[in-house]
Protein backbone atom coordinates (compact mmCIF):
# COMPACT_ATOMS: atom_id res chain seq x y z
CA UNK A 1 0.00 0.00 0.00
CA UNK A 2 1.28 3.43 -0.83
CA UNK A 3 0.77 6.36 0.90
CA UNK A 4 1.56 10.10 -0.51
CA UNK A 5 1.43 11.83 2.49
CA UNK A 6 1.34 14.74 0.36
CA UNK A 7 -2.23 14.52 -1.04
CA UNK A 8 -3.89 13.62 2.30
CA UNK A 9 -6.23 16.20 3.37
CA UNK A 10 -6.90 14.93 6.95
CA UNK A 11 -10.62 13.43 5.96
CA UNK A 12 -10.22 10.64 8.17
CA UNK A 13 -12.15 8.63 6.16
CA UNK A 14 -9.50 6.07 5.75
CA UNK A 15 -9.98 5.44 10.19
CA UNK A 16 -13.31 4.60 9.72
CA UNK A 17 -12.90 1.68 7.34
CA UNK A 18 -10.08 0.14 8.56
CA UNK A 19 -10.09 -3.15 10.60
CA UNK A 20 -6.33 -3.13 12.18
CA UNK A 21 -5.61 0.50 13.45
CA UNK A 22 -3.08 1.18 10.44
CA UNK A 23 -4.87 4.64 10.04
CA UNK A 24 -5.49 6.84 12.79
CA UNK A 25 -5.93 10.69 13.57
CA UNK A 26 -3.94 12.28 16.38
CA UNK A 27 -5.91 15.02 17.63
CA UNK A 28 -8.55 14.49 14.86
CA UNK A 29 -6.24 16.73 12.54
CA UNK A 30 -2.97 14.87 11.62
CA UNK A 31 -2.89 11.75 9.73
CA UNK A 32 -0.60 8.91 10.76
CA UNK A 33 -0.37 5.78 8.48
CA UNK A 34 1.45 2.78 10.43
CA UNK A 35 2.53 0.64 7.45
CA UNK A 36 3.59 -2.18 9.71
CA UNK A 37 -0.28 -2.73 10.98
CA UNK A 38 -1.52 -2.64 7.41
CA UNK A 39 -3.15 -6.09 5.88
CA UNK A 40 -3.10 -3.87 2.70
CA UNK A 41 -6.79 -4.66 2.32
CA UNK A 42 -7.20 -1.95 0.08
CA UNK A 43 -10.51 -0.57 1.86
CA UNK A 44 -8.65 2.94 2.65
CA UNK A 45 -7.89 3.64 -1.31
CA UNK A 46 -11.96 3.06 -1.80
CA UNK A 47 -12.92 5.81 0.51
CA UNK A 48 -10.04 8.31 0.47
CA UNK A 49 -10.99 11.83 -0.41
CA UNK A 50 -7.78 13.25 -1.27
CA UNK A 51 -6.42 9.73 -3.29
CA UNK A 52 -3.57 9.67 -0.92
CA UNK A 53 -3.81 5.83 -0.47
CA UNK A 54 -2.98 3.46 -3.45
CA UNK A 55 -3.01 -0.61 -3.34
CA UNK A 56 -0.98 -1.71 -5.91
CA UNK A 57 -1.58 -4.89 -7.48
CA UNK A 58 -3.92 -7.78 -6.84
CA UNK A 59 -4.52 -11.24 -7.98
CA UNK A 60 -6.78 -11.70 -11.05
CA UNK A 61 -7.87 -14.48 -13.19
CA UNK A 62 -7.07 -15.25 -16.86
CA UNK A 63 -10.75 -14.77 -17.03
CA UNK A 64 -10.40 -11.20 -16.07
CA UNK A 65 -7.37 -10.20 -17.54
CA UNK A 66 -8.76 -11.32 -20.94
CA UNK A 67 -11.68 -9.05 -20.20
CA UNK A 68 -10.07 -5.95 -19.44
CA UNK A 69 -7.27 -6.62 -22.13
CA UNK A 70 -10.23 -7.29 -24.84
CA UNK A 71 -11.66 -4.00 -24.03
CA UNK A 72 -9.04 -2.09 -26.51
CA UNK A 73 -9.56 -4.93 -29.11
CA UNK A 74 -10.45 -2.04 -31.71
CA UNK A 75 -7.47 0.17 -31.17
CA UNK A 76 -5.44 -3.28 -31.70
CA UNK A 77 -6.53 -3.25 -34.73
CA UNK A 78 -6.54 0.14 -35.52
CA UNK A 79 -2.78 1.09 -34.59
CA UNK A 80 -1.41 -2.44 -34.96
CA UNK A 81 -0.38 -2.67 -31.36
CA UNK A 82 -1.25 -5.45 -28.75
CA UNK A 83 -1.05 -6.43 -25.05
CA UNK A 84 2.35 -5.94 -23.24
CA UNK A 85 3.04 -7.53 -20.00
CA UNK A 86 5.46 -5.88 -17.35
CA UNK A 87 5.92 -5.55 -13.96
CA UNK A 88 8.41 -5.87 -11.64
CA UNK A 89 8.85 -9.02 -13.26
CA UNK A 90 6.44 -10.49 -15.70
CA UNK A 91 8.15 -13.96 -16.16
CA UNK A 92 7.97 -15.07 -12.45
CA UNK A 93 4.50 -15.38 -13.37
CA UNK A 94 5.38 -17.25 -16.80
CA UNK A 95 2.44 -20.04 -16.37
CA UNK A 96 -0.46 -17.50 -16.12
CA UNK A 97 1.23 -15.69 -19.05
CA UNK A 98 1.14 -18.24 -21.11
CA UNK A 99 -2.40 -19.07 -20.62
CA UNK A 100 -3.20 -15.41 -21.45
CA UNK A 101 -0.86 -15.07 -24.58
CA UNK A 102 -1.94 -18.29 -25.90
CA UNK A 103 -5.58 -17.03 -25.83
CA UNK A 104 -4.88 -14.06 -27.07
CA UNK A 105 -2.99 -15.50 -30.31
CA UNK A 106 -6.46 -17.46 -30.79
CA UNK A 107 -7.62 -13.60 -31.38
CA UNK A 108 -4.24 -12.52 -33.57
CA UNK A 109 -3.26 -10.04 -30.52
CA UNK A 110 -0.08 -8.87 -31.15
CA UNK A 111 2.12 -10.32 -27.89
CA UNK A 112 5.45 -8.42 -25.78
CA UNK A 113 6.63 -9.48 -22.65
CA UNK A 114 9.32 -6.66 -21.14
CA UNK A 115 11.90 -8.38 -18.82
CA UNK A 116 15.15 -7.76 -17.06
CA UNK A 117 15.72 -11.33 -18.08
CA UNK A 118 17.09 -12.34 -14.20
CA UNK A 119 14.85 -15.94 -14.30
CA UNK A 120 15.54 -19.72 -15.41
CA UNK A 121 15.44 -19.94 -18.94
CA UNK A 122 12.77 -22.67 -18.30
CA UNK A 123 10.57 -19.86 -17.75
CA UNK A 124 11.35 -18.39 -21.39
CA UNK A 125 10.44 -21.55 -23.06
CA UNK A 126 7.00 -21.79 -21.20
CA UNK A 127 6.28 -18.30 -23.27
CA UNK A 128 8.44 -18.16 -26.07
CA UNK A 129 5.53 -19.89 -28.73
CA UNK A 130 3.14 -16.94 -27.90
CA UNK A 131 5.72 -14.13 -27.71
CA UNK A 132 5.92 -11.57 -30.85
CA UNK A 133 8.01 -9.38 -29.13
CA UNK A 134 10.84 -9.56 -25.89
CA UNK A 135 11.70 -5.87 -24.39
CA UNK A 136 14.96 -6.78 -22.78
CA UNK A 137 16.85 -5.12 -20.30
CA UNK A 138 20.83 -4.55 -20.49
CA UNK A 139 21.64 -2.22 -17.97
CA UNK A 140 25.10 -2.81 -17.64
CA UNK A 141 28.11 -4.99 -19.25
CA UNK A 142 30.39 -6.21 -16.50
CA UNK A 143 28.67 -8.14 -13.73
CA UNK A 144 30.60 -6.50 -10.74
CA UNK A 145 29.61 -3.17 -11.27
CA UNK A 146 25.92 -4.69 -12.34
CA UNK A 147 25.76 -6.08 -8.98
CA UNK A 148 26.64 -3.01 -7.40
CA UNK A 149 24.33 -0.96 -9.04
CA UNK A 150 21.15 -3.45 -8.81
CA UNK A 151 22.34 -6.09 -6.64
CA UNK A 152 22.53 -9.03 -8.75
CA UNK A 153 25.07 -10.11 -11.18
CA UNK A 154 24.40 -10.02 -15.10
CA UNK A 155 25.48 -13.58 -16.14
CA UNK A 156 22.06 -15.56 -16.47
CA UNK A 157 20.10 -11.81 -18.18
CA UNK A 158 23.35 -12.01 -20.74
CA UNK A 159 23.03 -15.87 -21.11
CA UNK A 160 19.35 -15.80 -21.61
CA UNK A 161 19.61 -13.15 -24.14
CA UNK A 162 21.69 -15.12 -26.03
CA UNK A 163 19.58 -17.69 -25.74
CA UNK A 164 16.65 -15.77 -26.75
CA UNK A 165 18.43 -14.39 -29.51
CA UNK A 166 19.07 -17.79 -31.78
CA UNK A 167 15.11 -18.66 -30.88
CA UNK A 168 14.67 -16.50 -33.86
CA UNK A 169 11.75 -13.75 -31.66
CA UNK A 170 12.07 -10.51 -32.30
CA UNK A 171 13.76 -7.98 -29.62
CA UNK A 172 14.17 -4.90 -28.36
CA UNK A 173 17.01 -4.21 -25.94
CA UNK A 174 16.25 -1.64 -23.66
CA UNK A 175 18.85 0.30 -21.58
CA UNK A 176 18.00 2.73 -18.50
CA UNK A 177 20.94 5.50 -19.41
CA UNK A 178 22.00 6.45 -16.54
CA UNK A 179 25.00 9.38 -16.20
CA UNK A 180 28.37 8.25 -14.03
CA UNK A 181 26.65 4.68 -14.09
CA UNK A 182 26.63 3.44 -17.78
CA UNK A 183 27.20 6.24 -19.30
CA UNK A 184 30.67 5.97 -20.42
CA UNK A 185 32.20 5.02 -23.78
CA UNK A 186 33.95 1.95 -22.68
CA UNK A 187 30.52 0.35 -21.38
CA UNK A 188 28.76 0.94 -24.55
CA UNK A 189 31.09 -0.13 -26.77
CA UNK A 190 31.62 -3.30 -24.67
CA UNK A 191 27.61 -3.54 -25.38
CA UNK A 192 27.94 -3.18 -29.07
CA UNK A 193 30.33 -5.74 -29.38
CA UNK A 194 28.04 -8.45 -27.64
CA UNK A 195 25.43 -7.36 -29.39
CA UNK A 196 26.55 -7.15 -32.91
CA UNK A 197 26.81 -10.87 -32.30
CA UNK A 198 23.18 -11.24 -31.72
CA UNK A 199 19.75 -10.92 -33.51
CA UNK A 200 17.97 -7.78 -32.37
CA UNK A 201 15.74 -5.85 -34.22
CA UNK A 202 16.92 -2.34 -32.34
CA UNK A 203 18.33 -0.75 -29.06
CA UNK A 204 16.57 2.04 -26.99
CA UNK A 205 18.16 4.11 -24.76
CA UNK A 206 15.76 5.30 -22.16
CA UNK A 207 17.51 8.50 -20.59
CA UNK A 208 17.49 8.34 -16.84
CA UNK A 209 14.70 10.64 -14.89
CA UNK A 210 13.58 10.75 -11.22
CA UNK A 211 10.14 11.07 -11.60
CA UNK A 212 9.51 7.78 -9.75
CA UNK A 213 11.22 9.10 -6.59
CA UNK A 214 8.01 10.21 -5.07
CA UNK A 215 7.14 6.39 -5.27
CA UNK A 216 9.73 5.39 -2.79
CA UNK A 217 8.54 7.61 -0.13
CA UNK A 218 5.18 6.36 -0.69
CA UNK A 219 6.14 3.10 0.24
CA UNK A 220 8.15 3.50 2.76
CA UNK A 221 11.67 2.46 1.15
CA UNK A 222 15.08 3.66 0.89
CA UNK A 223 15.60 5.82 -2.11
CA UNK A 224 18.37 4.19 -3.87
CA UNK A 225 18.33 6.50 -7.28
CA UNK A 226 20.91 7.98 -8.31
CA UNK A 227 21.42 11.34 -7.13
CA UNK A 228 21.94 13.02 -11.03
CA UNK A 229 20.31 15.11 -13.90
CA UNK A 230 18.93 13.45 -16.53
CA UNK A 231 21.32 12.39 -19.75
CA UNK A 232 21.41 15.66 -22.17
CA UNK A 233 20.79 14.93 -26.15
CA UNK A 234 24.60 15.03 -26.97
CA UNK A 235 25.25 12.61 -24.18
CA UNK A 236 22.68 10.06 -26.13
CA UNK A 237 23.51 10.95 -29.13
CA UNK A 238 27.18 10.25 -28.99
CA UNK A 239 26.68 6.93 -27.33
CA UNK A 240 23.93 6.13 -29.98
CA UNK A 241 26.35 6.82 -32.87
CA UNK A 242 28.83 4.18 -31.08
CA UNK A 243 26.18 1.55 -31.14
CA UNK A 244 25.13 2.89 -34.98
CA UNK A 245 29.15 1.85 -35.49
CA UNK A 246 28.67 -2.08 -34.97
CA UNK A 247 25.57 -1.93 -36.85
CA UNK A 248 22.97 -1.08 -34.81
CA UNK A 249 19.47 -0.08 -34.57
CA UNK A 250 19.69 2.38 -31.87
CA UNK A 251 17.81 4.89 -30.88
CA UNK A 252 16.85 7.58 -28.50
CA UNK A 253 13.89 6.58 -26.04
CA UNK A 254 13.29 10.80 -25.87
CA UNK A 255 12.10 10.81 -30.20
Given amino acids: MAYYQHKCIGCGECTRVCKTSAQIM ?10 LKCVHCGACETVCLGEA ?9 VEEAMKTVLEDSIFYSA ?26 KKKNIHTAVDTCGN ?14 LF ?6 IDTKVHKTLTGAGNELILDNLK ?8 IEIRMPFVPGCNDDDDTIHRIGELLKTLFIDRMK ?17 EDTMPRVESPTDEMLSRA ?4 KSYGINAISGRD
Fill in 79 to 104: SGGGVTVSGGEPLLHADFIQILFQEL
Fill in 135 to 140: LYDIKH
Fill in 163 to 170: RLSASANH
Fill in 119 to 132: VPWAYFEMVLPFVD
Fill in 240 to 243: INIL
Fill in 205 to 221: LLPYHSMARTRYQALGM
Fill in 26 to 35: VMEKEHLYER
Fill in 53 to 61: MKLFGHRIT
